[in-house]
């Protein structure tokens, strides 16, 4: 039995050797149209319905640059602090799958749009590490194979069926150079630093970065290298042999991949056994990598420049009026606003990890104060999200309805418990949170006769209450209150029936 199969611990691992490692981010654009044609880019449509001569290779069909895809490249390169390419290319990229139709992928090579940048990321406890980037490049994406059969994957599937809608889809693939000297805490800089590109995607609009739904993956290249001893320089020692974990769909995947690897890598040398080059599989259901295929090298993909395509050559003018629109960093953005709303730091991380902020962030701006907003989109938003298995941004509901409905609650025309009842109107379709309280009818009753008769009532029904109040037991109205809600269907001002109550038992609150 290989000695990878007992894994070394994470822990043990990264004690005995040094970690070196590089990650390649694709973020699928969310252009309307794919990358060189003019089929439909969008998500989740039936199999094999945006499709054409162009996206399919087709003989005679020519490919044109999408121009919007060009735009949002070079401002996701300027985010990364890469510099722009007077003149970049398209190449092709030769190889064979079942997922890509016409044999080659149209991509960039020795000419990529966006090179030599650097990005600051910053850990749970405000460490902040900077990631060199080597390049950020376009390029189309191909197809989806789904395997029938066995566990899911292609090893033991019965069939596979291939849906070429993505085929084409606009793509740039971020590339870092050798990450070194993380050590123990690898993992936690991996994680973080495809979190920060997610986020960056969403600041600038061009993608929704959402993994599960394979809109922004992750490729992750690992290595062991012996540690320096003493008097030696760990930099001058060569890096160990790598593999690849490809398409890795969440944040917990890109952390948990890395511990796998270190474990299956570390077994390996201290075996005696060599590691092998190649691209891996991950597995969710069992946090584990399979092999793939050796890994190729540029070579063995034969580029050469794209023959169909001109350069494309962004003016410098251009390229500043679109530096003019990059926005905040994500994290410099999540220091000021958690200072604003004054959020302890626990409350943040958790606000972040649910991918709330943007949505806490326009309620604010939409006139609702941050304590208000953090209560509804992390309580009842976020347990209802949860029910139905969806996220925050699938919910029926936007942050103006959240304002709204707060605004309802602070002009007195609803409580809490009413605005829940609102809230479940919107959610159901019945239209916005002013309109579910006209029509379900749910404004608070303030009127005085009528919570007077109703405190009266319930009153005859307790009249021990009033002795307790007259006693200093003034907790004691809690009951009536209750009672008086119940019989209202939870539509009294409770803060008006306690006056009435503590008035009928002649004591001031």
């Not at 593999?243 to 511990?259: C, D, F, P, Y």
């Not at 050796?294 to 500043?320: C, I, N, T």
């Not at 949170?433 to 008769?453: F, I």
């Amino acid at each position: 039995m290989s000695a990878a199969a007992h894994l070394v611990g994470y822990d043990d691992a990264m004690e005995s050797f040094d970690p070196v490692f590089g990650i390649e981010v694709h973020v699928e654009l969310n252009t309307k149209t794919k990358m060189f044609c003019g089929c439909e880019n969008t998500f989740g449509n039936e199999a094999n319905t945006q499709v054409c001569p162009v996206c399919l290779g087709l003989p005679g069909s020519m490919p044109v640059v999408n121009e919007k895809a060009v735009e949002s490249a070079i401002r996701l390169g300027l985010s990364l602090g890469c510099s722009i390419r007077e003149s970049s290319r398209f190449a092709r990229k030769n190889y064979f799958y079942p997922d890509l139709a016409k044999d080659y992928q149209i991509s960039q090579y020795d000419e990529p749009t966006s090179y030599e940048g650097s990005l600051d990321v910053v850990l749970d406890d405000g460490t902040v590490v900077t990631i060199g980037i080597e390049r950020a490049h376009m390029e189309e994406d191909a197809g989806k194979n789904t395997h029938v059969g066995g566990s899911g994957g292609i090893q033991g599937a019965d069939y596979s069926l291939v849906d070429y809608n993505r085929g084409g889809v606009p793509l740039v693939e971020i590339v870092t150079k050798p990450i070194e000297g993380m050590g123990i805490r690898t993992a936690e800089v991996a994680r973080a630093y495809v979190a920060t590109i997610r986020d960056i995607v969403r600041a600038l609009g061009i993608s929704d970065g959402r993994m599960e739904q394979g809109r922004l993956r992750a490729d992750v290249n690992l290595s062991l290298r012996a540690k320096a001893g003493p008097g030696e320089d760990q930099s001058a020692i060569k890096f160990g042999k790598r593999s690849e974990t490809k398409n890795v769909n969440s944040l917990r995947a890109v952390e948990r991949s890395i511990h796998y690897e270190a474990g299956r890598q570390a077994a390996l040398l201290l075996a005696g056994e060599p590691v092998v080059q190649e691209t891996r599989f991950w597995h969710e259901d069992t946090s584990s990598t399979t092999p793939g295929r050796s890994k190729e090298e540029a070579e063995d993909y034969r580029y050469f420049p794209e023959p169909d395509l001109l350069p494309v050559e962004p003016s410098r003018e251009w390229v500043e009026e679109l530096r003019a629109t990059i926005p905040e960093h994500p994290a410099k953005m999540r220091a000021r606003l958690q200072a604003d709303w004054g959020f302890a730091d626990l409350e943040m991380r958790d606000v972040v990890a649910a991918d709330a902020l943007d949505f806490i962030a326009d309620t604010v701006a939409a006139g609702t104060t941050p304590q208000a907003a953090r209560k509804w989109w992390m309580g009842e938003l976020a347990r209802v999200a949860n029910e139905r298995d969806i996220s925050l941004g699938d919910m029926p509901v936007t942050p103006a309805d959240i304002a709204e409905l707060q605004g309802l609650i602070d002009a007195g025309t609803i409580n809490d418990k009413l605005a829940r009842q609102a809230l479940e109107g919107t959610l159901a379709g019945e239209g916005s949170p002013a309109a579910v309280v006209a029509a379900r009818g749910l404004v608070v009753v303030s009127d005085d006769s009528a919570l007077e008769a109703a405190v009266d009532e319930a009153l005859a029904s307790q009249p021990e209450v009033l002795d307790k109040i007259r006693e200093g037991k003034l907790q004691a109205a809690g009951a009536i209150v209750g009672a008086v809600m119940k019989a209202t269907k939870g539509q009294a001002d409770a803060a008006r029936v306690r006056e009435i109550i503590l008035a009928r038992a002649g004591v001031e609150g």
